[in-house]
């Protein structure tokens, strides 16, 4: 679960802080930075992957071109920064498995993790490149651990989510060596030194088994990290009897995870929540032919195959799939996920995102997985029925020529730190265009136009 991210140097993210919750709605209008926030998050879950320099001609590109390396590096009009760097606080789950299905505990679950890379020019000989001149992996203390959570979580939970303690850093750089040191989880015994100039990876994506156990939950962890981009061809697609039984982040293997789970009523009645006339969904197994399809039925007994629902139906069942799958935890994050679906269906998926979020309120386990959700939007619909608490606001700043970002918290909420700036009840209101009636967020939560009314009505006492 990702707690908290700063990020200094990236693309449009010049120098931002953003806390997130089991649920974080990033709003804003477009062109402000939101999906450059989802770019950092994918920048990071890929450097546990792959090489540096693969992860970062992954990053996605408004042209058709080859990414630039120095395009991810923020750029004004008369400068570009040299370095960027990523602070990463999460919690990670209490156990892990290595690439040899051998388990083991971490020392500690509630992690920080640091990285900083320096933008390589190109020369007569070599193309431009980025290189790795800082790792760290340590952890925060217990003691500090619900005030840097921030949001509020039951001791039920905090004790299935924090586990463990420490005395040491498990991964740190030393500056004058230029040398990135690894320890094992004991205390003792020499640690590894690795020189940082020749590191082609970050060193968390090298680990891969039980010997280190904090780090490699720390690389399972960004591992998982998810941008659903589900796809209308991958949703309606049957599934082989060979194929994987979780959903893909295009949406691939809505048959074989349903077949899996058997959950087909829980799931119908997530989906009748958007279509009332739902009865059932169910796989139909053709032994012949080896394939699994999915299929609706309606209350009048009608059968509609995958492929003939609609691109909102199918994407809304695809979530509900996700939801009802205890497998599927880690951070999932969404764009826009009010497309294709009808605006007086918005609150439907509103509350299905939220029920998807680990609840604070009760310890993690197979009925409460470590799921966390972050969603981005322009829509107003959605917003109006998101908790204040839940929201951060995106918006844009120009400087030197660029238009750079910056992400705020709504006033009077638990991402509210001293010294931060943030954005006034009122002025999101007015953002979202509505008659400032009484709406009541999808998670019971006061909503924007509730908490606006309630501090109007104390103005005018």
Known sequence: MLTRLRVKGFKSLEDVEVRFGPFTCIAGANGVGKSNLFDAILFLKNLSNTPIIEAANSIRNSGKQRTSIASLFTQTVSSQASVMEFEVDMLVGN????DFSRDAKPKVTYLQYRLAFKYVRSTASSPEGIELVHESLNFIQKGSAKEELGFFVDKEFFDSAYVGSSKIDFIYTEKESNVVKI??????????SIPISKADRTILSNINTIDRPTALAARREMQSWTLLQLESSSLRRPDDFLSKSTVSEHG??????????GKNQEIANQLANL??????VFVDVDEKRQLKTLYLETINHIKHEARALSDGTLRFLALAIIAADDESGGLICLEEPENGIHPARIQAIVTLLYQMAVDPKYAVGDDNP???????THSPLVVQHIAAEDIVVSQSYKRDGASLSVFRPIENTWRCKSGNSTVAIGTLVDYLQTDNSMVESAHGKPGLSQMYKHQMDLLSK
């Open 95 to 98: 156990s892990v498995t290595d």
């Open 275 to 280: 279509l009332p006339e739902v009865k059932n």
């Open 370 to 376: 470590l799921r966390q959700i972050i969603i981005n």
């Open 252 to 261: 691939e293997h809505l048959p074989a995870t349903l077949d899996r789970l």
């Open 183 to 192: 320890r094992q989880d004991q205390t003792s015994g020499a640690p590894i």
